[in-house]
């Protein structure tokens, strides 16, 4: 959490948020875990970023609250990730942008604009 008035420029919640998730990467990692994509590897092939950039994003989003990890393996220990209610709280931005970008970011003739799906909160939370 931030107080406000640390925050460059006009001071407002929505500054505040941006802070946490306004990079295209974070919020690509929240979809990918909404979807089901718990896995490091499954995170980066369906965010196309590198691998460090979703490993940098990864931290931040647990620092800041919006991803859990799991430990599914020892020896190496791995992880899955999972949303929290902070994360969860992200879908319906996610839908959002997701209403206003084949509305106003995708081509009306683009054969995968209408491919992808709306992500849930029941779905968001199954465990792979």
Request: glycine share 6%.
């Given at each position: 959490?931030?107080?406000?008035?640390?925050?460059?420029?006009?001071?407002?919640?929505?500054?505040?948020?941006?802070?946490?998730?306004?990079?295209?990467?974070?919020?690509l990692i929240?979809?990918?875990?909404?979807?089901?994509?718990?896995?490091?590897?499954?995170i980066v092939?369906?965010?196309?970023?590198?691998?460090d950039?979703?490993?940098?994003?990864?931290?931040?989003?647990?620092?800041?609250?919006?991803?859990?990890?799991?430990?599914?393996?020892?020896?190496?220990?791995?992880?899955?990730?999972?949303?929290?209610?902070?994360?969860?709280?992200?879908l319906?931005?996610?839908?959002?942008l997701?209403?206003?970008?084949?509305?106003?970011?995708?081509?009306?003739?683009?054969?995968d604009?209408?491919?992808?799906?709306r992500?849930?909160p029941?779905?968001?939370?199954?465990?792979r």
């Open positions: 959490m931030r107080a406000l008035a640390e925050l460059p420029g006009r001071p407002c919640p929505i500054a505040a948020s941006l802070e946490v998730v306004g990079d295209r990467w974070s919020l929240v979809r990918e875990i909404s979807l089901g994509s718990t896995r490091f590897t499954d092939a369906g965010t196309g970023a590198p691998r950039r979703v490993a940098a994003r990864l931290r931040s989003l647990l620092e800041e609250g919006v991803v859990r990890r799991v430990a599914y393996q020892d020896s190496p220990t791995r992880y899955d990730y999972h949303l929290t209610e902070a994360g969860l709280a992200l319906p931005v996610l839908s959002s997701l209403t206003w970008g084949k509305q106003y970011a995708v081509a009306a003739d683009d054969p604009r209408d491919r992808h799906r992500v849930t029941s779905r968001a939370e199954e465990p």
